[in-house]
Structure formats: structure tokens, C-alpha cells
């Protein structure tokens, strides 16, 4: 808890204090619980999302925050998955990194969907409430 500025458990308090440390960011992109989070969110996304990156982007940011994604943000994530998929598609070691196992969905294109899903999970506008 000390990594999210929380109070220690022999405290009680009320109210969290909110935080913008950068260790939160950290632990929740590289956290296991986190990735295996993203991987099960990238298969919704190819399942849910059609073909098209452009498609499977928007739809995974529309259920992860309510809301529909701008243009430019679409863009920054599709530049994501971009420079996800080169750095995969010729190594199969990263990729199965990725993935966690050997699967059907074990290919550079839903690894780098991994890297976007994981992104997604840890948009500040998702983790913390306002």
C-alpha cells in the first residue's frame, strides 16, 4: 500500500489521500495480475472488436472508460501497438512472454494487443475514481 501513498493497516482512516506517484504506474504495468488482466482484455478486444486495430482500439477504450476515444488518443495508441508488433513479430520468445503460454494466441498481433490492453488498464482516468 505504500507504493499507492496508502495508510499502513494499523491505521484506519476515512478517506485515502489521492496519489500521483509514478510507482503506481509501475507496479500496474508490470504486475502478473495486471497482465493477465490485459491479455483476457485483448482477446475481448479481437473477439469484440472486429479485424481492424483501428476497431478493436476503440472498442476496448469504450468499455474500459464509458466513453468513446478521441482521435488523437486513438492514434497515440495505435502508434502503441505500431512499435508493440515490430518489436514482436520476429521474436517468438517476446511474444510468448506476452501471451503467458503457448495458445492460439500465441502471435505477434495479440501480443502487441496485450501491450495496447495493458496501457488501457493503466490510464489514470481508469484506476483512479473521480
Known amino acids: ?18 496519489t500521483n506517484t509514478p510507482l503506481q504506474a509501475l507496479v500496474t504495468l508490470n504486475d502478473e495480475a495486471f497482465l493477465d488482466a490485459a491479455r ?3 482477446y475481448r478486444m479481437q473477439q469484440e472488436g472486429g479485424k481492424d486495430i483501428n476497431q478493436q482500439i476503440s472498442k476496448a477504450y469504450e468499455l474500459a472508460l464509458y466513453k468513446p476515444v478521441t482521435s488523437s488518443r486513438l492514434q497515440s495508441l495505435k502508434k502503441l501497438y505500431d512499435e508493440a508488433f515490430e518489436k514482436l513479430k520476429n521474436d517468438k520468445d517476446k511474444t510468448c512472454e506476452m501471451i503467458g503460454m503457448m495458445d492460439e494466441h500465441n502471435n505477434p498481433e495479440t501480443a502487441a494487443l496485450v501491450v495496447v490492453a495493458n496501457a488501457i488498464l493503466n490510464l489514470d482516468e481508469l484506476i483512479t475514481k473521480n
Open 1 to 18: 500500500m505504500i507504493t499507492f501513498d496508502g495508510a499502513a493497516r494499523e491505521v484506519c482512516t476515512a478517506r485515502r489521500i489521492r
Open 40 to 42: 483476457h482484455f485483448a
